[in-house]
């Protein structure tokens, strides 16, 4: 998964995106609310955590411009204010969920999780498709034989993003999009690489190459 990171404090930018990339997320960050908004009007973020107090323009004035746009990707909202009516306004504009600061970053992340799985109609704790259960924690995924598959940080961003949207056709653009972050190589063949890697692990009849347009990962790989 992709995401923006949208905060003006350096120390806590560079700690949040050094954790998040540990966790297996693709991450861009911004520390002004001019540079977020077109950012996140311009690139396909799976989720944006975005912190109010910015410079040149403020985060509530930015989600409220995404909302108009109609750009309805999922936001966390991060703040030092307490005031209850202004996260009550930051609901308003459009925030999907609000965390005060400080905070842990393993809320954080339970957050990012559960708002993505949210998103894409998919509750509970682990993500399951295809007969797979992926352990987002370890970065691991279980078989139908309970046999768990260690996965490299690559192959299980790549995984994730494929039960994310599962039975639609996905290009390789987009999961280069939202499998590496800004500055990775849009025309590099490592997708295909990877594709491969993850066959060998769980199956090569889940991911169908859909020969001149992407592929599809197979919700039901016995049909």
Known sequence: ???LLVEDDAELSQN??????????????????????FMGDE?????VILD????????????ANWRSHNNKVPVIVLTARDAWHERVDGFK??????????FHFEELLVRILALVRRNHNMAGKALTSSGLV????????SLESGEPIELTGTEFRLLRYFMLHPDRILTKTQLIEHVYDQDFDKDS???????????????????????GQGYIFVQNSRL
């Open 189 to 211: 063949n490592l997708i295909e690489v990877y594709v491969r890697h993850l066959r060998k692990k769980i199956g090569k009849e889940r991911i169908v190459t859909k020969r």
């Open 1 to 3: 998964m992709r995401l």
């Open 134 to 141: 992926l352990d987002e924690e370890r970065q691991q995924v």
């Open 93 to 102: 504009a459009g925030a999907d969920d609000y965390l005060g600061k400080p």
């Open 43 to 47: 690139e396909p973020y799976d989720a």
């Open 52 to 63: 109010l107090g910015l410079p040149l323009r403020s985060g509530m004035e930015v989600l």
């Open 16 to 37: 949040l995106h050094q954790q998040l990339k540990k966790e297996g997320f693709a991450v861009d960050v911004a520390d002004n609310g001019v540079d977020a908004e």
